[in-house]
């Protein structure tokens, strides 16, 4: 919050000073008042004044150090009216000290002003010191596996191609205040650390050097921010069956005409407090409360669609249904998925399913074996997304206060191990030798 005292600029949020709340007594509170002489409104109970205008920073002593107090002249008065002779003398008198005042005047003038100043390099370098002592971007830039660490892109590189895609787009904050005290670029590595490491709101904000409620303030912003330029724009279209064949790896040579490799997973969440709630989310396969997430990945081991989080008890079907994942796809499509999608009867028209085969007999014919292996071999990578994704450890367990958001820390999780290196190596190779040709 700002100073409430005209003309002053300081921001509780710096911790350059500190800050008093108006005295409950009447009287003294009306004493302040006048004292700071704001004239455009009347504090109210979220008012503060800086220790700044309190002579030694101390409240008791009351606030007297103004910018008028300042700048105020001095005033002298004349010695009482006499007779003619003291009369002469006092016109003398006020002559002599009229003359005197313009010097002592600027003299104290320059004086208090200097304190001003004085006491403005203390608060700048307190400022500075502030800013050295905070957890930043530029303390790991250059150390990739740090970066990886803290945000899960691999390099600094890639970390500032995200932030370019952010930096530009008017941020409303979602506490209703911006937020001054921590740089862009630290607010969106502040995002991404919480997202990847998950530490708790006071650890972010002693690394920081800023309040919980700056914390929060952070990261809503950006979590919004990340999933609209992320999951709503690079992710609103879907790879085409022909343009996945540019690059289709060696696993999927037997499925040319493979779309999409789907999959579902759970993610652990607190227990909720109403019963029916219970119910929904309890999954029989994990024993435990769950959302359930659908994730699509193209030949080229992409991710190209993120369900909603749906409760951890609806079935593989129901979500598949829901998602509206279905209306992707186009005649010739294939999709590949694990036994459990039994969702041959709500295909569009002309999209098929390859699924592996059930065990109706004693074993397995050889063809089914062929198939089931290269199934397996194809679908493994929708396995090995979905574990980039839960490297996140904010998805190990989802509290119910991130329950509202848990859908967008779902997809922007996914959305950003899309700007890791390619999981299939063959990918990574092809896009290497197309670098190099241009």
């Avoid at 004493?31 to 004044?49: C, F, H, Q, T, Y």
């Avoid at 700048?71 to 008198?93: A, D, M, Q, W, Y």
Wanted: proline share 6%; hydrophobic share 35%.
């Amino acid at each position: 919050m700002m100073c409430f005292a005209p003309e002053c600029k300081h921001y509780s949020e710096k911790h350059m000073c500190k800050f008093f709340t108006f005295p409950k007594n009447v009287k003294e509170r009306k004493r302040w008042i006048k004292l700071i002489r704001r004239a455009d409104r009347d504090p109210n109970d979220g008012s503060r004044i800086c220790s700044c205008h309190f002579k030694d920073g101390v409240k008791q002593n009351g606030p007297t150090l103004f910018l008028h107090n300042v700048k105020k002249r001095l005033v002298f008065h004349s010695p009482p009216k006499g007779n003619n002779e003291t009369n002469v003398t006092t016109e003398i008198e006020e002559e002599t000290v009229l003359v005197s005042v313009p010097s002592t005047s600027s003299s104290v003038l320059a004086e208090a002003e200097n304190m001003l100043l004085q006491k403005e390099v203390v608060q700048l370098t307190s400022q500075l010191n502030h800013l050295e002592m905070s957890f930043s971007f530029k303390h790991i830039e250059d150390k990739d596996d740090l970066v990886v660490l803290y945000t899960g892109l691999p390099n600094k590189k890639i970390f500032l191609s995200v932030f370019n895609l952010l930096k530009n787009i008017d941020k409303n904050y979602y506490l209703g205040w911006n937020v001054t005290c921590v740089s862009d670029i630290d607010q969106l590595f502040l995002t991404l650390l919480k997202l990847r490491q998950n530490p708790p709101h006071k650890d972010l904000a002693l690394r920081f050097n800023c309040s919980s409620a700056t914390v929060t303030n952070i990261f809503v912003t950006w979590l919004h921010l990340l999933h609209e330029i992320i999951c709503c724009t690079l992710m609103k279209s879907v790879p085409s069956r022909h343009k996945n064949e540019a690059c289709l790896p060696n696993c999927f040579s037997v499925f040319p005409n493979a779309r999409m490799v789907i999959d579902c997973t759970e993610i652990y969440s607190e227990i909720p407090h109403s019963l029916k709630n219970k119910k929904d989310t309890y999954s029989h396969y994990k024993h435990r409360n769950t959302l359930k997430g659908l994730v699509g990945v193209a030949p080229n081991g992409v991710i190209t669609y993120i369900s909603p989080l749906y409760p951890g008890s609806t079935s593989d079907k129901k979500v598949v249904q829901h998602s509206g994942i279905l209306n992707i796809f186009e005649p010739g499509d294939l999709i590949l998925a694990d036994k459990g999608f039994l969702i041959t009867d709500i295909l569009p028209a002309g999209v098929s399913l390859n699924i592996p085969p059930f065990l109706c007999q004693p074993q397995f014919t050889p063809h089914q074996i062929i198939q089931t292996r290269n199934i397996a071999r194809a679908r493994i990578h929708v396995e090995r997304a979905i574990r980039r994704c839960k490297a996140y450890k904010i998805l190990h367990l989802i509290p119910q206060n991130l329950m509202p958001l848990a859908t967008k820390i779902w997809q922007v999780c996914g959305g950003l191990t899309n700007f890791q290196f390619p999981l299939i190596k063959e990918v990574e190779t092809y896009y290497q030798d197309k670098s190099e040709d241009i």
